[in-house]
Structure formats: structure tokens, C-alpha cells
């Protein structure tokens, strides 16, 4: 698949989707330009990628100069710019500045970035719609007088966020009036620091809820196809770690009504390119808009397992102008998938990052195992950024084999020189919930002993610890 239109895209991220973003445009025929700081000189994107340029010795400032990353792309010939997840890739001012130097922004337009951003407008444009949301505030709240005065008419418990938030920050859960005066001016703060707006909004809190998205495509002639949905219930303090495909707790009618659901949306909004559109799904099995993703999701590969569609290669295509390569009816889902985003933590220390040199680190392998990463054996993972590491992501035809696939693969994952989130997936796949396919956000709070492990020490460990002791014992 060969795009006629872009000649190299700058690829304006790092890590692992930095990476995916470059093997897509090798396959297309592409040319890609890598941006990356002076702590990311020996990152694997770099590498990968045709050509890489310094964006100056701030480790993160570097990735979020929009001007400058724009100028670079123009003075390097690119004639596209894919933002990837996380960064600007939500910024509608950067999808601005390429459309005004003449760049395509691989993502919707800056206006249904802008909306889609604004959690209250977005509220707004699905209720217009006639989809339904969680009841709550239909604008942003000027004090804590009104907070306090809309959770009396919807009743406690409700969730206080921020207006712009995003992955998980800018959220407080509140039970009672005081709960709610006393993290009123804590999320505004965090919305300030994190978002630049101090806007907050309301909503009723939806007691351990299945957490349900779809991944849809949309193409600049008015088409607009599901890819069916994803599951990523089991998440931590609002952060995902392990996304399904499909969801194991739907029924066929419940997965029909979600997915026509995002479709609407999508078409409310003249959405076009990837997004995500997100539903909270309660226990009385029925569907909430919570909010719309308007970039290329972590989760992504799950759904590229169950369908066999490359959503960024479909990316590219559309920003060049194409047609969408599939018709619905074209779409088929085969199997399930399960990713894990094995991240440099620590579950034993309360998910305490860890930082350092990958003394040893080797990829599962076999029928149905997929891995993507930015590490490799030397790699100084740097402090400066997320702790993932990297994404595994197993696929079979059925829920059982794949969960047998799964603990399998994270056995075969090895990652030395830093605690990482394996043993912990591992815990979680012992579980009978999970093994049953049902699961809530609620799953991680509800199984603190899953904490409880011993961790498997590598063989290169034992040995290290036995030359050690040897050492230690004649040097005496």
C-alpha cells in the first residue's frame, strides 16, 4: 500500500510509538524523520527512522515546541507530520500551524480537536446527538457553590474533573460535601498545571463500571467504519494496563448497540481520520459517552489483531485524501487479543517508577505474540518520560487459549535491570475474574493482594548474585 501524495513524514514523538509510525511508512514506501532531545541520542526511533534531528537538550520541552517541530518538518521536506499519542498529539494549535505551512496533520481537523478536547462541549455535541452521557454539569463550573449544588440534585457520589483532562490526571472521586470542598481547589490547581485551564466540570459517579471503547476510522468522503470495540477495565488509579479485543463481557446485541453508538458520534462531530470514542458501561448494561480520543490510542494493537487492519497505515491514506480501504460490512473480527503495558514499576512499592541501564532484555516469540518496544540490551531507559517500556500483545481464537498464550509470553519476557509490571500481570491472570472474562474497574482495588508475589529471578541474576557472594567470601 503506497501513498501517492506524502514523500516522508516527521514523526513528531519517541519510543515505541514513534517506532510504529516509522515501520509504517518503511512498508508504504514512505521516508521518515525522527525528532528526538539529547537524552533520547541513543533512543531506538532514532535509529529506526531515515533521517533524526536534535530538538534541542530539554528532554520533554523539545517534544512540545510545536513551532519548532513544524519548521523542522518544512525545512526537512516533509510534506506530513504524525503526532503519535501523548505530547501535542491532542493539541489542536499544532494541527493549526501544519495546516498553515502547508504540512498535513496526520488527525482530525483542529476544530474537532478543540471540541472533542473541551470534556463539557464534547457532553455537549453527544447529547445533541441523542447519545446518551452520565448525567452531570453541561458547563464548566464557576465556584464551588455550584459544584456543590448540582452534586445535591444528582446525588453523591460524583466525579469532579478537569474540563481539558486527559490520561487519567485532573480527577477526584467524591462521597460527601466535604470531599468535594476539599478537592474543589485541588483539581482546579491540577487542571491548571497539567492543562493550562482551571475549568472543572461534574459528573455522577458511576460505581465499578466495565470501561468500554470503540475504535472507529473516518475518511474525508463521509465514510465512517467501527473496528469493533476494546475492553480496558483493568486499570489503575484511571491508567489502563490491560486492554482486551473485543471486550469477553459483551453479548453480540450489547456489542452491535456500542459500536453503532461511536459510529453516531463520529459522524455528530464530521470526525475524520482515528479516534476513540469511550463509553462507561454499567451494571444495569447501559451504555455513558465519557469521552472522545481524537489521536492513535496505546491499545491499538489489539484491535489490529482481531480485524488484520494496519490503523496507521489507514491513518496516512486518509491524510493523503483516500478513500477508506474497508466497507463496514468488509470488516471482520476473528479471536481475541489481550495487551499488557509492561511499564519500569515497581508493583511491590506502590508502582514507584525505576529508571536505569536494560542489562539483558529479550522478546516472547511464537503463534500469536507481538511485541513493541523502544528498549534494547545497553538501553539507559532515561527518568525524563512514561515508564512504559514496552507493549505485548497475544491473540488467539479463543478467550481461554488466549489468556494460556498470555502468561506464556510475559514468562518468556525478559527485562533485567529494572522491576517492571510482569509478575503483577501474571497475578492478574491467576485471577478467576479474569480467567471468566469479568472484570470492572474496579478488578485492581478489589485484589490488593495481587501485591503478594514472589519475583522470578532470571537465571543471569542468580548467577550475578553467586559470583558476588563468591567474591565476597575469598576477598575476605
Avoid at 473480527?333 to 495487551?339: D, N
Wanted: hydrophobic share 40%; net charge neutral.
Amino acid at each position: 500500500m503506497e501513498s501517492a501524495l506524502f514523500k516522508k513524514i516527521l514523526v513528531a514523538n519517541r519510543g515505541e510509538i514513534a517506532v510504529r509510525i516509522v515501520r509504517a511508512c518503511t512498508e508504504m514506501g514512505i521516508k521518515s524523520a525522527a525528532i528526538y532531545s539529547d537524552a533520547d541520542r541513543s533512543a531506538l526511533h532514532v535509529k529506526k527512522a531515515d533521517e533524526a534531528y536534535n530538538v534541542g537538550p530539554d528532554p520533554v520541552g523539545g517534544y512540545l515546541n510545536a513551532h519548532r517541530i513544524v519548521n523542522l518538518a518544512v525545512t526537512t521536506g516533509c510534506d506530513a507530520l504524525h503526532p503519535g499519542y501523548g505530547f501535542l498529539s491532542e493539541n489542536p494549535e499544532l494541527a493549526e500551524i501544519c495546516a498553515r505551512r502547508g504540512v498535513a496533520f496526520i488527525g482530525p481537523s483542529p476544530e474537532v480537536i478543540r471540541c472533542m478536547g473541551d470534556k463539557v462541549r464534547a457532553r455537549q455535541a453527544m447529547a445533541a446527538a441523542d447519545i446518551p452521557v452520565i448525567p452531570g454539569s453541561n458547563h464548566s463550573l464557576h465556584d464551588i457553590a455550584q459544584a456543590m449544588d448540582l452534586a445535591r440534585q444528582i446525588g453523591y457520589p460524583v466525579m469532579l474533573k478537569a474540563t481539558n483532562g486527559g490520561g487519567g490526571r485532573g480527577i477526584r472521586r467524591c462521597d460527601t460535601e466535604d470531599d468535594l470542598r476539599r478537592n474543589f481547589e485541588r483539581v482546579v490547581s491540577e487542571a491548571t498545571k497539567a492543562f493550562g485551564s482551571a475549568d472543572v466540570f461534574l459528573e455522577k459517579f458511576i460505581a465499578r463500571p466495565r470501561h468500554i471503547e470503540v475504535q472507529i476510522l473516518a475518511d474525508h468522503f463521509g465514510n465512517v467504519v467501527h473496528l469493533y470495540e476494546r475492553d480496558c477495565s483493568i486499570q489503575r488509579r484511571h491508567q489502563k494496563l490491560i486492554e482486551t479485543a473485543p471486550s469477553p463481557q459483551l453479548t453480540e446485541e450489547q456489542r452491535t448497540q456500542v459500536c453503532d453508538l461511536a459510529v453516531r458520534a463520529a459522524r455528530a462531530v464530521g470526525y475524520q481520520n482515528a479516534g476513540t470514542v469511550e463509553f462507561l458501561f454499567d451494571h444495569d448494561n447501559r451504555f455513558h459517552f465519557m469521552e472522545m480520543n481524537t489521536r492513535l490510542q496505546v491499545e491499538h494493537t489489539v484491535t489490529e489483531q482481531i480485524t488484520g487492519i494496519d490503523i496507521v497505515q489507514e491513518q496516512i491514506n486518509i491524510a493523503a485524501g483516500a478513500q477508506l480501504s474497508y466497507r463496514q460490512h468488509e470488516i471482520q473480527r476473528r479471536g481475541f487479543a489481550i495487551q499488557f503495558r509492561i511499564n519500569a514499576e515497581d508493583p511491590k512499592n506502590d508502582f514507584l517508577p525505576g529508571f536505569g541501564r536494560i542489562t539483558r532484555y529479550y522478546a516472547p516469540g511464537g503463534p500469536g505474540v507481538r511485541t513493541a518496544a523502544a528498549i534494547y540490551t545497553g538501553y539507559e531507559f532515561p527518568r525524563h518520560y512514561d515508564s512504559m517500556c514496552a507493549k505485548l500483545t497475544v491473540w488467539a481464537l479463543d478467550w481461554d487459549k488466549a489468556v494460556a498464550r498470555a502468561a506464556r509470553a510475559l514468562h518468556d519476557t525478559g527485562v533485567s535491570g529494572v522491576k517492571t509490571t510482569i509478575p503483577y500481570h501474571l497475578q492478574i491472570l491467576k485471577t478467576a475474574e479474569f480467567r471468566a472474562g469479568k472484570f470492572d474497574t474496579g478488578f485492581v482495588e478489589q485484589h490488593t493482594e495481587l501485591i503478594n508475589y514472589t519475583a522470578r529471578r532470571p537465571p543471569a541474576h542468580i548467577a550475578t548474585a553467586v559470583a558476588a557472594a563468591i567474591a565476597a567470601h575469598y576477598g575476605r
